[in-house]
Each structure stands twice: as structure tokens, then as C-alpha cells.
């Protein structure tokens, strides 16, 4: 391999790009896209190498059309049930990914069936979801190795449930057979504050030990079959495939070619991977796990230069960490609009704790029919359970809160990162680009026009205003957080129970006068002198969504909105911490940190 499989992976990258910001944005963002693209890149393009490029940029694209759009199911279609939710299925067929909507609770998963029912196209382009399948029967197929592997996970749980508890369990099983289905809300938020939430699903670290023991017992050809069969077995995530195809490449590389390229084999494995399932592009797992791969690649060795006094073990855990961090978390902060503070630490004390854990959790999977070494083994797990938990309690007390970003604030820290980078390559026009970005940042920071955001809770509605820089919650009932299904973030006051009325006096330019009133909102908002009347109707029952009323109305006379609410509207969340609590998923839980 040389470095144009670099390019052609990233010409992959590009096309799946733009076909996913035309879905999404439509033909402009995708457009701007392009001419970025190559006005920035085109100084690396030799003629022959660029006309290749554009030719796999294409095929990328057309790729994506043809796995969303190609595919239409009859009455019965052969399916494996691969995840489950909480009133529907995902199948897997034909390399695509249906959700599936049945009559009961029958499906079984891991189990391939005929499924009889009908299907509508309705795409879910970051989850691979290319439609929508109401089941009106099904009938079960023989039991293959691949669903025998999903029983042997749940009686492995089972077993581990009797000896090392319910979480003691869950995350066992997390580590070694790659199913975190079983881990609580607390246990997630625990690991996310840590910086630790790579540890519970198998990843390329763990690949890559198996593969190192495997190998040195059984060969490296009856290795690289049994770690196929594993990487499987713990469900076949993008980060295991990855490690897969690389430590294939690595081992059976020298055979054909002397020489072991790895930017371009983490090239090719990203490119493979692509190539099969486009939508891994808005794959959190698969983008991070590139990332963090590409900065040890790069980064490792100057780095742990750096550390040359320290003691050798210690000099790479930390250089491991650091490069890691260095690419993944700019990609964090946008998508996860916050960032653990303390993940180098928890890195370095855990993650040993944890890899044992790996090897003793395979170990007890190989011996489950065997009594006494599961046992033995069970007691030298629970010795290791405990020091890791003590660990955990220690940290999660000491380290500080994981600071939190808003989505705007992500995406700038990503381009400010991305145009550091270019400018550093040369790239000097884009040297202006930290200027305009820290103005559009007090722009979004400071809101000109009051702006009125409607709420809906599972028991109460409120109401969000939010004006220069404050933002506060209305609700003429007590509000409970744990029934507060939106992202808020920078409250700084609750004003609940008001008896029917109540007037916010936000600054001296603006007051807001709230009514609720038979079964409606009623809001008369004096903003320099400027009257905007809203009504937000919460008893519409048809199809919308949260409202948002911006009063920049020049009218000197009174204007009245009515903006109608599905009160019924699902709510789903990622955890924000609000004072001692932190809401997770539309539940509150206590603040295990500080």
C-alpha cells in the first residue's frame, strides 16, 4: 500500500459526506461543501491521482442512493433480529437495517425469521435505517451459530448474575462479549463523567489483546479465523471490524509485500467499512474509534518523547492517551456538547484494571461449563470488581465535572481546530477564519429578540424565555425536572406555582406579562416599546413539535401568534446536569459527582 489509498479513502469520506449534507440541508450546504473541498485540497492532486478521486467521491454517493433507495420488501422477507427497543425491533437483511413494529413481544433476538407484514420506505440515515416494517406474522428459522452465540451471552449474564451481582455482571459482560445492553443509566453516567465509556463495549484494544494471546497459543492463522468468529460473537461494531482488518493486514501484509503502512491499512479498513455500510459515516463508534487510531498513528511517538523521564509504562499510557485525545475530542465536544476533564486520569489508573478484567471475563466464558475454574475464576473477578469500584468512587469524587458546550460551540471548536491544521500546511486565507468565529460565538451567546420556547413535560408544561443572556423556565405548576423531557442548559431561575398570571420585568428594555388560561399559554411581550402577543395552544393534538416565537415584529399594533403543540410528543434526552441532579433519558438522578 502507498498513501493513494489515503486519498481514495478520503475521497470515500468526501462522498458519503456530500450525500448525507444534501439529505439533510439540501443542495447548497453540499454544493459549498464541494468547492471547499477543492479549492482546499487541490494542491495535494496530481491530474491522474485527482480524476481518480472525484471517480470514487462518485461512487460513494451513488452507493449511499443505492443502499437508502433501492430496496423494496414484499409480504415476506427473510430477517435477523439484531437489536431490540422498547416497542419495536432492528433487522438486518440484505446488509441494510429495517425497524420492525410487532403485534407482541414473540421475536427473539439474534434469531433470523420470515417475516410477513408491510413495509413503508421511511429512512433513518444515522442509524442505516432504510424503512419501517409492521409485522403481521413470523416464523422462525433453524438455530445458526450466530444465534447460538446470542444464548450463550444471555447464560453467560445469567451465570455472572449469581456470582458477581447485577452490575458487577452487566459490565463483565460489556467488556468481554461486547453487549452493554444490560448496564443502568447510573453506570453510564458514571463511566461518561470518568471519560471512560470506551471501556464497556469491546473495542480495538480489546481485539488486538485477544488477537496477541490467541496467536501465541494457537498460530496466527487459526488466530486471525477464531478472532473473526469473535469479533462477530461481541456483535460486529465498526471499531472491532476495524481492528480486524488491520491486524489482518498487519500479519498477512508481509507475505505479499514487505513493508507495514499503517495510516494507509486504517485507510483501507475505513474505506471497507464505508464501502459496505455508508451511514458508519454518522456512526459515532466507527468515527471516534478512526480518530483515535489516526492520532496514536501520528502523534504517539513525538509525544511520548515528551515523557522520557517517567518511567516507561507510565510514558505510554499517557502518550496513548494524550494522542487519542487530541483527535477525538474536538468530535465529542460537537456531538456530545460536553467533554469529561478528568479522562486522562481515569485512563491511566483503569484502563489496566479493566484490560484484566477483559482477559478474566473471556476466560470464564471459555470455562462456563466447567464448575470449579468458573468459580475460582468468579472470585478473582469480584477481587477486581471491588478495587475497580473503589477506584471509581475515588475519581468520580475528585475529578471535576465534565464541561459542557453548546452544539454551535462544538462545531467551532472543530473548525478552529481543522483550520489551525491547514493554516499550518499553508492554507493562509483561512488565517481571519478565529475572528469571525468568536464573533458569531457572542452573537449566539447574546440573544437580541426575546425568544419563547414551548416545553412539553410528561405532567406539566412550561414555558422558556430566553433574552440577552438569560434564560428562564414559566410554569404555573411545580416543576420537576425529572418531567422535563428538552435540552436546557444556563437556567438561571424557575418561576412555577404563579397563580394564573405573573410579570418578568427581563431587563429594563423588555418585559414579558404570562397568562395561563384555559388551557393555553397567553404571552404579551413589550420589548422597547414594540407589543408582540403569542398564544400557544397545548390542547392541538395533531402532528408538531417544541415551538420557538422570535418577537422581532416592527408593528406598533398588537400581533398575536397561536402556535398549536402535540402535548403526546416523545422526548429523548442525553443527561445535562442541573444543580445536585442530573436528568438522564427524562429521569433525575442524584449527582454522583461532587
Known amino acids: 500500500m502507498d498513501k493513494s489509498m489515503v486519498q481514495i479513502c478520503l475521497a470515500g469520506i468526501f462522498g458519503c459526506t456530500i450525500y448525507f449534507l444534501y439529505s ?71 446488509n441494510r437495517r429495517i425497524k420492525i413494529f410487532p403485534k407482541n413481544k414473540e421475536i427473539q433476538l439474534g434469531r433470523q425469521y420470515i417475516l410477513k407484514g408491510e413495509f413503508h420506505r421511511k429512512v433513518d440515515y444515522s442509524k442505516g435505517i432504510v424503512g419501517e416494517y409492521n409485522l403481521i406474522a413470523s416464523k422462525p428459522l433453524k438455530e445458526d451459530l450466530i444465534y447460538k452465540g446470542y444464548l450463550i451471552k444471555s447464560h453467560l449474564y445469567n451465570k455472572l448474575l449469581a456470582v458477581a451481582g447485577e452490575e458487577g455482571a452487566a459490565i463483565i459482560l460489556a467488556v468481554s462479549g461486547g453487549d452493554d445492553s444490560y448496564i443502568d443509566y447510573d453506570k453510564r453516567e458514571e463511566f461518561n463523567a470518568l471519560g471512560i465509556s470506551h471501556i464497556i463495549s469491546v473495542s480495538g484494544l480489546h481485539v488486538s489483546l485477544i488477537y496477541g494471546v490467541l496467536q501465541s497459543i494457537i498460530g496466527y492463522k487459526l488466530a486471525l479465523i477464531v478472532l473473526f468468529f469473535y469479533v462477530i460473537f461481541t456483535g460486529g461494531k465498526s471499531s472491532t471490524f476495524r481492528a480486524f482488518i488491520m491486524i489482518f493486514l498487519l500479519v498477512l501484509g508481509p507475505k505479499v509485500k514487505k513493508t507495514y503502512e499503517g495510516i494507509s491499512a486504517l485507510a483501507f479498513a475505513a474505506f471497507l467499512l464505508l464501502l459496505i455500510r455508508p451511514y458508519y459515516i454518522l456512526d459515532i463508534g466507527y468515527v471516534l474509534s478512526f480518530l483515535a487510531v489516526l492520532g496514536i498513528f501520528t502523534l504517539n511517538n513525538k509525544i511520548k518523547r515528551k515523557f522520557y523521564k517517567l518511567p516507561n509504562f507510565i510514558a505510554t499510557s499517557l502518550s496513548l492517551t494524550f494522542s487519542s485525545m487530541i483527535f477525538t475530542t474536538p468530535y465529542i465536544i460537537m456531538r456530545f456538547n460536553a467533554v469529561s476533564l478528568g479522562g486522562l486520569i481515569s485512563n491511566l489508573f483503569l484502563i489496566p484494571f479493566y484490560t484484566f478484567l477483559l482477559v478474566l471475563g473471556n476466560l470464564m466464558l471459555l470455562f462456563i461449563k466447567v464448575p470449579t475454574v468458573f468459580n475460582l475464576l468468579s472470585l478473582i473477578t469480584n477481587s477486581v470488581l471491588l478495587i475497580i469500584n473503589t477506584m471509581e468512587d475515588f475519581l468520580v469524587n475528585l475529578l471535576p465535572l465534565p464541561l459542557e458546550f453548546t452544539y454551535i460551540e462544538g462545531v467551532m471548536i472543530l473548525i478552529l481546530y481543522l483550520s489551525y491544521i491547514l493554516i499550518r500546511r499553508g492554507v493562509k486565507s483561512l488565517r481571519y477564519l478565529p ?122 399594533s398588537p400581533n398575536c401568534d ?27 438522578y442524584h449527582n454522583y459527582v461532587h
Open 24 to 94: 439533510y440541508m439540501g443542495i447548497l450546504p453540499a454544493v459549498v461543501f464541494i468547492v471547499i473541498y477543492i479549492l482546499l485540497l487541490k494542491k495535494d492532486f496530481k491530474k491522474p491521482l485527482a480524476f481518480i478521486v472525484m471517480g470514487f467521491s462518485m461512487l460513494f454517493f451513488i452507493n449511499c442512493i443505492i443502499y437508502f433507495y433501492s430496496m423494496d420488501l414484499g409480504e415476506n422477507v427473510k430477517c435477523r433480529i439484531v437489536e431490540e427497543g422498547k416497542d419495536y425491533y432492528i433487522g438486518s437483511l440484505q
Open 562 to 588: 397561536i402556535i398549536r403543540i402535540n402535548r403526546k410528543r416523545e422526548g429523548i434526552i442525553l443527561g445535562h446536569y442541573y444543580e445536585n441532579y442530573k436528568l438522564i433519558g427524562g429521569e433525575l
Open 435 to 556: 475572528i469571525l468565529l468568536f464573533l458569531l460565538t457572542i452573537k449566539q451567546q447574546y440573544i437580541i429578540y426575546p425568544e419563547i420556547n414551548f416545553i412539553g413535560g410528561k405532567k406539566v408544561d412550561i414555558v422558556e424565555i430566553n433574552y440577552g443572556t438569560r434564560k428562564v423556565m414559566v410554569c404555573n405548576q411545580k416543576v420537576k425536572l425529572k418531567y422535563v423531557y428538552e435540552n436546557y442548559k444556563g437556567l438561571d431561575r424557575i418561576y412555577d406555582e404563579f397563580e394564573e398570571e405573573l410579570t418578568l420585568k427581563l431587563s429594563k428594555h423588555c418585559s414579558i406579562y404570562v397568562e395561563d388560561k384555559d388551557g393555553a399559554f397567553a404571552l404579551k411581550i413589550n420589548h422597547r416599546g414594540k407589543i408582540s402577543n403569542i398564544i400557544i395552544d397545548k390542547e392541538y393534538e395533531k402532528e408538531a413539535t417544541q415551538c420557538c416565537y422570535k418577537s422581532n415584529s416592527s408593528s406598533t
